[in-house]
């Protein structure tokens, strides 16, 4: 298999992203970072790099950067703490390693990746997973690294909205969940799935979480086979979107056994697989890539940040989505 | 549906369970737990309870007893705390809830549930899952309420281990886990996963994880898709067993796919998703029930405690497995 194609794909975050919302000068920065992004994780496959390698590379970029969900420039929970979660898995062993509830790590995609290499565990949680960051040798940042002016106004926002008749949620029934709760119904995680030259595949997602979170809430970023999934035989892929609808249709899992066991191809799958999320109630979108380079990138939402980058053909790096629903099966 | 078939399946967990280590007392008092479990669930069942009334029900006994590796009895993790894990989904409604890294509250599967009817959310962790706990008016129990004498000499038994030549852990590589970490061997678990007279699926987990464990480990136990699936189209189920190897082969769900897109019978799926486990390596059970009242409870390890009860059948309690290869597809 050495030396067939390779490539990745990312994204950062979907949701209600409307042209009318972004000035010119955001929208170019939004594309600087993701090509930034891309072109971290080719520069690794193209020198024969793993996939495991590229897909770090690539989500380092988009943590470092203010404009996404994760890292710097997260979402804070309800205590007004950034707390981050993230997740990584190895197409060709199965391993994966996953991390929530961290305040202090500046890359979480990183420590999750240590979790997979240098532990017997998947997942480890809040000061258990700093703990063990210490353990092998990390740098702390205090909580205030991650924090942005942006943030705190959405924070502000979210508390704004929640003080309001009807607004209010805790303990309260699943729907009355506001809006002020998702980001203001834009959501910035950032993931990316890649092939490498040998043909193995790997995924890894990185989150700040919804803005205004109940602390400790956990979405589907760290949780293996809900926001990350990767397995050779099917597909790399990594989630985005209202995360406890991917946990419950374990998003990442069903497109692979929808191409594994229905022989469907990886568009499809992924397409079918949004759609039964979509029936649940949930929004959001994907991006993935097979182990013959075809990539898809569906999402249900007005916009979803994303690119890819596949040997032999040119970049694409997009934001809006016009014919969004025509990009699931429902067209 | 109205009135037709019901039932449900439990364990208290797989592993290296032979008769010889089993004083008849103590096999006896698994027997008495298991069947106590069994009843509670099969009560709620059949005065037309709901299967999520009576998968809580029915764990809520094996988490009160000694026994099992759940509430009081569950195991010690590095620093000497008992740390646990619980998850529970509605089949019918494809509603979860899980929470993770308990240390105060006495049954974790109620908490799991009330995060799935009184939260937006699916999971919540460590001190935030606690203080909504606090928030919904929980009792909070010291962690001594949950620390038992042979679980204290476990403990002490696994560090004893650890402190050998080759038997050191922390941030080694994952071959380098020794069995000290994994409860002795003997994983004690609990689960339960009913059909309730209405043809309602449901399925829920409760687990103190691994003896020795490093703090903040989560296994299966919690994660919607690996340790607890349910879904009317299908099946629903509760696994026990080396966790991470059922995290990432997402076995819940992996069973569900496999009746659904292979077009499977349960018992068939069941033992094709043990399979593919033990080719990562994976140790452990599962139990399962669906729509029609078919029960699984296949398992690769020498024991697991276990037992059924459908209308209109014998009730069964098991905890030997003299044939447990044959309950795999392997034979």
């Known amino acids: 298999m050495a030396d067939s194609t390779f490539g990745l794909v990312v994204h950062g975050g979907a949701g209600v992203i409307l042209r009318q ?3 010119l000068e955001l929208e170019a920065e939004y594309h600087t970072q993701l090509e930034a992004s891309l072109a971290a994780g080719y520069g690794v496959l193209e020198h024969g790099g793993a996939s495991l390698e590229a897909v770090v590379a690539a989500i380092k970029v ?8 994760a890292g710097h420039g997260a979402v804070m929970n309800a205590e007004g703490v950034c707390e981050l979660d993230a997740s990584i898995m190895d197409g060709l062993t199965l391993d994966a390693g996953a991390v929530a509830g961290l305040q202090h790590i500046r890359n979480p995609i990183a420590l999750a990746r240590d979790v997979l290499e240098r532990t017997p565990h998947v997942m480890l949680i809040g000061d258990g997973a700093e703990a063990f960051a210490r353990q092998v040798g990390y740098e702390f940042v205090p909580n ?6 942006r943030r705190r106004r959405q924070l502000a926002l979210a508390r704004e909205l929640e003080a309001k008749p009807g607004g209010h949620r805790p303990a309260g029934r ?3 969940v506001t809006f002020a709760t998702v980001d203001d119904n834009k959501f910035g ?10 043909g193995n595949l790997a995924a890894g997602t990185s989150t700040g979480g919804m803005t205004n979170k109940q602390y400790g809430r956990v979405g589907d970023s760290p949780i293996i086979g809900a926001g990350t999934y990767a397995r050779n035989a ?13 946990i419950r249709s374990v998003l990442g899992h069903n497109v692979s056994a929808l191409m594994e066991y229905k022989g469907l191809p ?19 979108g994907l991006v993935a890539i097979d182990r013959l380079g075809h990539v898809a990138m569906p999402f249900n939402t007005p916009g979803m940040y994303r690119g890819c980058r596949v040997a032999g053909q040119a970049p694409v790096v997009e934001i809006f989505g016009a014919e969004y629903r025509a990009q699931t099966i429902r067209s």
């Open 266 to 284: 990886l568009a499809e799958a992924a397409g079918e697989a949004l759609r039964q999320l979509e029936e649940l109630g949930g929004t959001g």
């Open 62 to 69: 988009m943590e470092d950067s203010p404009l996404f969900n």
């Open 189 to 198: 995680t950032v993931g990316c799935a890649a092939l490498d030259r040998k």
């Open 234 to 246: 099917t597909c790399a892929l990594s989630a985005t979107g209202h995360g406890e609808f991917f």
């Open 174 to 176: 699943k729907e009355r």
């Open 21 to 23: 919302d972004l000035t």
């Open 144 to 149: 205030e690294y991650f924090q942005t002016e």
